[in-house]
C-alpha cells in the first residue's frame, strides 16, 4: 500500500478454524482525522498458511482531533467493527451447518 497501514490478524488456536483479519488505514487534516477500515477471511492453503479469500469494502470514518478521547474512539471503533464482522462470518458458518443452538450460546 501507498501509505501507512496496520493489520490485525486473527489467528485460530486450532487447525479446523478460520483465519480472519482487519486492515486499518488513515488520512490526517488540520482538525479531523478519517480513518478506513477493512475486514478479510482467510482461505487455508497448507498448515499455517493462508490466502486471502474474502475482503470487505472499505468503511470510512470521521473523527475530530481536538477532542482529547479521540484516540480511544478511533480504536474502539476498529475492534468494535472487526469484532461484530466476525462474529457474524462464524455465525453464518455455523447456520450453514445447522448448529443454530451454538449461535443462541455465541450472542448471550
Known sequence: MPFIAWSLILKPNYNNLIQ???????????????????????????WGQYKISTTTNWDRYEFS????????????????????WVMNQVSARIQKLGHNDIIANLVD
Open 20 to 46: 480472519y483479519g482487519g486492515w486499518f488505514t488513515y488520512v490526517l487534516s488540520k482538525k479531523t482525522i478519517q480513518i478506513f477500515i477493512c475486514f478479510v477471511e482467510y482461505e487455508k492453503v497448507t
Open 65 to 84: 482531533l481536538v477532542e482529547a478521547n479521540s484516540a480511544n474512539i478511533i480504536a474502539h471503533t476498529f475492534f468494535t467493527s472487526l469484532s461484530d
